[in-house]
């Protein structure tokens, strides 16, 4: 199952680079409660977090459908696949890093786009890496229920800040 070219990696991080592209416009364009359950509607790191965890798990179920997963091999698909989805959600928030060490934002608004698409390029191209080497690795029932567990949680956690802002700061501007 564990193809190791860098075609595969790539075609996924393309789509997932355009997945994102999308869910994060397409609340801008089309704003409908429907479409703010998976795409960002405001800039705060949450929707952008939100963004990242709905691109990834669409790409995942394309994915699912075109390879055509065998049998024997879904529990893996789908363990590795939950596992990424974390991954890629908390990798999103590396964004900051540069913020971090500067102690204030992007100069420019271009420098800005151009900054947050490398960092969400290397965040899914790292996050795929990694998900290469889990693809093969097959969760025991216990830890493969607590892992749907946190994505469900995880999911409805980003889906309820898009309608009404949890206490705290992470949300806001």
């Known amino acids: 199952m564990n193809d190791h070219s860098l075609k595969p990696v790539l075609q996924k991080l393309l789509a997932f680079w355009l997945a994102f592209i999308a869910l994060h416009f397409a609340y801008d364009f089309f ?19 939100k963004m990242s965890y709905f691109a990834y798990t669409f790409v995942s179920l394309v994915e699912y459908l075109v390879r055509r997963i065998q ?20 990798a999103t ?8 060490i500067r102690g204030e934002g992007m100069p420019t608004t271009g420098l800005e786009v151009l900054y947050a698409n490398v960092v969400l390029l290397l965040v899914g191209f790292g996050t795929l890496l990694i998900e290469r080497d889990l693809s093969d690795i097959k969760l025991s029932k216990a830890s493969r229920t607590a892992m749907i567990i946190f994505y469900i949680l995880l999911g409805v956690i980003l889906v309820i800040s898009s309608f009404r802002i949890p206490w705290g700061g992470f949300w806001e501007m």
């Open 93 to 100: 928030f590396l964004w900051y890093i540069v913020p971090a």
């Open 71 to 90: 049998p024997e091999q879904r529990l893996q698909f789908l363990d590795s696949r939950l596992l990424s989805v974390w991954i890629v959600s908390l």
């Open 31 to 49: 704003p409908s409660p429907f479409l703010a359950v998976f795409s960002g509607t405001s800039e705060t790191v949450a929707q952008h977090i």
